[in-house]
Structures are given as structure tokens and as C-alpha cells.
């Protein structure tokens, strides 16, 4: 999202993905003017829907990123991921997340981004910052 709407477009000053477990969705957010909302969303779902053509050291590079952040330092973070493991029951502790962490290849991402699709957008009205 970053290196092509940010990066190659300058569509934004930020744009991040946050995975909402519980509700089982993906929410997008970034700060964009209204007259690029459209190329914004095209974009995205190219983005989605780009997913097989990603190499394996892509895929490396991306989770070895994403693994490397640690919400262990943020006691609210920590109970949110804490009470995503029971309410999911998915796994009982981190040493066991990050097991299955690992364990996810690049084809188990593929398989995944072929499920995904923009379900709804929206966008806040620009202007004075209300």
C-alpha cells in the first residue's frame, strides 16, 4: 500500500493496513483528498488482487517486518492480543502465535487474497478538519 499509493503516486501522506481479527476484516486507513478517492480504491483492490505475482523473498522480507514488531512493550496491546487468543482460541500464547507465524507460506497468502475483496468504503469530508 505504502510504496505504490504513497511512494509511486504520492496519493497520501500515510496508509496502513490494521487486521481486525474479531470481526474477521481488514480496515484500511489513510488521509487522502476526495478527487483521488476513486484511483485510490482501484489501486487498492489492484493491490489485492496482486498477490500471486509476489516472490518468495518479497514475502520473507514483508513478514520478518511485520513479525518484528512487538506489542509486548504496551500493556494495552498486550491485553488486546491476549484477549484476541481466548476469544478466537486460536492459539494460548505468544511463543505459540509465532510458531504459526512462521509456519505461513506464501501460498497460504495467495489463498487468502483470493477470498478478499473491498467490501465497503467510505470517506470523512475534508475541509475543516472536523
Known amino acids: 500500500l505504502f510504496n505504490v499509493i504513497r511512494e509511486k503516486y504520492n496519493y497520501c501522506y ?5 487486521s481486525n481479527n474479531y470481526l ?8 487522502i483528498e476526495s478527487k483521488n478517492f476513486n484511483d485510490v480504491i482501484r489501486l487498492i483492490d ?9 516472490s518468495e523473498e518479497e514475502f ?6 511485520i513479525l518484528s514488531y512487538s506489542s509486548l512493550d504496551n500493556s494495552r496491546d498486550l491485553s488486546s ?8 482460541c486460536s492459539v494460548a500464547s505468544i511463543d505459540e502465535l509465532k510458531e504459526k507465524y512462521n509456519n505461513v507460506s506464501l501460498n497460504d497468502i495467495v489463498e487468502v487474497s483470493k477470498t ?13 478538519h472536523e
Do not use: H
Open 24 to 31: 474477521n476484516n481488514i480496515e484500511i486507513v489513510s488521509e
Open 81 to 88: 492480543l491476549y484477549f484476541g487468543f481466548d476469544f478466537n
Open 116 to 128: 478478499l475483496t473491498l467490501k465497503m468504503t467510505s470517506i470523512l469530508k475534508e475541509g475543516n
Open 46 to 54: 489492484e493491490i489485492i488482487k496482486g498477490y500471486d505475482s509476489k
Open 14 to 18: 500515510y496508509i496502513y493496513a490494521l
Open 60 to 65: 520473507i522480507i514483508s513478514r520478518d517486518k
